[in-house]
């Protein structure tokens, strides 16, 4: 009798358990922004807890557990999975046309594993190696499905869409999975005759030496901070999707955009002061309920590094070493890196905003990588990853009996 009464006890919580979720449309637009549904040019089905209702928090929330995100046409455009917030497991994305695009899994929200590509007619495109500070080329298919990347090493040529349907190719070697030597960035004809390039930029073992930017094919200049090839096995529209941007041209500023994608009776009201509020007004059994929203989320803070900006100049200090010849050729200066902080307070995608040397911009990546966690930024209470920009300070500091070192800059941003 006993485990009777148990069993049904489970089966009562787990049906109250799933009541508790609603899986609904949220309409976007060609920006992802949250739209009506008459202008919405993409669909994504996702489950929103009831929770949010009673506490009155309608503005925006961490996805959990399935989605699916869908064309204007219907098609499905990929599947997945959400763990409080971050992309977890496999994840799938398709054309348009139905066939699968790409495939691959993640890990607190970053790609790890083998990523995997196909083109609109189903054969294999490319193959890449993901963990948590870089990405490693492995396999690539041209468009005529003759393997040119195998293992890592070989010849990348791939069309690209560019302005007013325009085509841009971008070609260069891989070895070793990294890129090496020379790449460029330009207009082909319909018959692949290749124009002037656009964009060069030149590599030693996958570590961006220096680029160029050319108009009417003369160099107009040149840097050695960005890398414009950026390659990633995620798509920029999950981020977007994530933080909840609203189309303005739907909603005005404020409005409780999941308040809409519930359904829900929202009434605009004014205070006193003049500030425009909204409330909700829930219907019961008992009647009509009337419950006010927060006026907007919760403010956010910035990501830190645990101990403060003291504790993290005092790492620096300690990692840093100023290479030899930067010192002997009397190289100095503060080399600007911005780097991503994810919501578990991993580092990521460490790039050089603001250049000295190479050597210095290098060392200075090296060492940032090799960070602890940091505290990540919040949104609404919620961590969420967030950009950083740290300053490296280099000084050729003469001092008696000792050799020239590093210190860093202690002065914020």
């Known amino acids: 009798m006993k485990q009777t009464l148990l069993l049904l006890l489970m089966l009562l919580l787990g049906f109250s358990s799933v009541q508790a979720q609603q899986e609904v449309p949220i309409y976007y637009n060609h920006k992802w922004e949250v739209t009506k549904r008459e202008t919405a040019v993409f669909t994504r089905l996702a489950f929103v807890p009831d929770s949010l209702i009673k506490a009155g928090s309608l503005f925006e929330m961490a996805f959990d557990k399935t989605v699916a995100d869908y064309y204007d046409t219907g098609q499905i455009m990929a599947r997945g999975i959400y763990v409080k917030g971050q992309k977890q497991g496999i994840w799938l994305f398709y054309h348009p046309n139905g066939q699968i695009m790409r495939q691959g899994s993640y890990e607190n929200n970053k790609p790890i594993g083998t990523w995997k ?47 007013n349907n325009s085509q841009m190719q971008l070609k260069g070697n891989y070895i070793n999975g990294v890129r090496h030597g020379t790449w460029q960035y330009a207009p082909v004809t319909a018959d692949r005759q290749e124009g002037k390039p656009l964009i060069e930029q030149v590599y030693n073992k996958g570590m961006l030496v220096k680029g160029y930017i050319y108009a009417k094919g003369k160099k107009i200049s040149e840097y050695t901070a960005e890398d414009k090839f950026n390659l990633s096995a995620d798509l920029p529209y ?34 006193n002061s003049g500030t425009q509020q909204y409330q909700v007004i829930l219907q019961t059994g008992l009647g009509a309920d009337t419950l006010k929203l927060a006026k907007q989320p919760k403010p956010g803070t910035m990501p830190a590094f645990s101990g403060g900006e003291e504790a993290m100049f005092r790492f620096l200090g300690k990692n840093i070493r100023y290479p030899a010849a930067a010192q002997r050729a009397g190289i100095q200066g503060i080399v600007l890196l911005s780097l991503a902080v994810a ?18 911009d290098n060392e200075s990546i090296r060492v940032v990588k090799l ?43």
């Open 343 to 360: 919501a578990d307070g991993t580092i990521e995608d460490v790039k050089v905003l603001q250049s000295v040397n190479p050597l210095l």
């Open 238 to 271: 999950l981020a977007v999707v994530e933080k909840w941007a609203v189309d303005t041209n739907a909603f005005k500023p404020g409005y409780p955009v999941l308040a809409h994608v519930l359904k829900l009776d929202v009434q605009e009201v004014q205070e």
């Open 117 to 163: 590509f196909w083109r609109e007619n189903g054969k294999p495109l490319q193959e890449v190696v993901c963990d948590r500070l870089s990405v490693r080329f492995q396999n690539f298919w041209d468009d005529g499905g003759k393997q040119t990347v195998a293992h890592g090493t070989g010849t990348y040529v791939a069309l690209l869409p560019g302005e």
């Open 371 to 413: 960070m602890p966690k940091w505290e990540p930024a919040l949104s609404n209470g919620v961590p969420v990853a967030a950009s950083f920009i740290v300053p490296v300070s280099y000084r050729i500091v003469q001092q008696p009996q000792q050799q020239q070192q590093y210190n860093p800059s202690r002065r914020g941003f």
